[in-house]
């Protein structure tokens, strides 16, 4: 293209000014990183439970360090102790991996007898020496963080969701719905399972009580490595992380927070 130069009455042309390059594409905006606690692969049983390093957030202790990660939030487990008295946050149906004697969650009360949850801290792994947390105070530690829950209700639970008797069946939802509904309007709380028979039931109970938001905008899964102890390299997640990314998550889950928070540099702003 040219460009007419007028010089008194005489029009010269020019070559015109070369375009500006285009604009570099835009970087994607990064989505935001739910930290997951590893659990070894494989069929539940003593190899397993041996091999367990006891990694899930559900402490402050494993909050703190996922946000140290890099990560916005954290996916953390709920069981129910006997007769739905007390919700508390522990990935294991069982004690295995506390101190004291082995006993199912769901079997033992959280503050009375001599095998109670309450005190029993964690004895093996990257957090020994913490203890077993209650929903409210688990949910008053995220939001001191400004971390976002994921809380999983874990199938164990079902004993007291579904009890025969309707005072322990009511019992156990409230202990599971009430904190929810304290907290709602203070930090955002998101809860699931992978219970059919439980995710039925929370569905319809959080949707009576004007909770809905807490069943929405759950993170995209995005590792492809089964963890397993010790922990297997981060490496081979890439092709699943870059075409999980492709897709434009807002939110994504992973065990490997560290390496995929390291991971996003440069490719999304």
Not at 158 to 171: E, M, P, V
Not at 226 to 251: F, H, I, M, Y
Request: hydrophobic share 40%; glycine share 8%; charged share 20%.
């Amino acid at each position: 293209m040219f460009a007419a130069l007028v010089v008194g009455t005489t029009a010269t042309l020019l070559p015109a000014a070369p375009a500006a390059p285009a604009a570099a594409a835009a970087l994607p905006a990064c989505p935001l990183i739910f930290g997951h606690g590893g659990y070894p692969s494989g069929a539940n049983g003593s190899d397993t439970w041996n091999r367990d390093q006891v990694r899930q957030p559900n402490h402050p202790t494993g909050i703190q360090q996922q946000k140290n990660w890099g990560a916005a939030g954290v996916e953390a487990d709920l069981q129910l102790t006997r007769d739905g008295t007390k919700a508390v946050m522990w990935h294991n149906d069982s004690t295995w991996g506390l101190t004291g004697v082995k006993k199912p969650v769901n079997q033992i009360w959280w503050a009375a007898g001599d095998d109670k949850l309450q005190g029993r801290r964690i004895n093996r792994g990257v957090y020994v020496g913490e203890t077993v947390y209650t929903f409210r105070e688990w949910l008053s530690a995220m939001r001191s963080r400004n971390m976002i829950a994921l809380v999983e209700i874990k199938p164990a639970a079902k004993q007291s969701l579904f009890n025969g008797d309707a005072a322990i069946k009511s019992r156990a939802w409230s202990e599971i719905l009430g904190p929810i509904k304290e907290n709602y309007g203070a930090q955002e709380i998101m809860v699931y399972s992978h219970d059919s028979a439980i995710w039925a039931e929370l569905q319809s109970r959080v949707n009576a009580q004007g909770l809905s938001n807490v069943l929405r905008n759950r993170p995209v899964w995005t590792d492809s490595v089964e963890w397993e102890e010790p922990p297997p390299a981060w490496t081979g997640n890439t092709a699943k992380w870059q075409s999980v990314l492709d897709q434009g998550p807002k939110r994504v889950a992973t065990t490997f927070t560290d390496a995929y928070h390291k991971w996003l540099k440069g490719k999304c702003a």
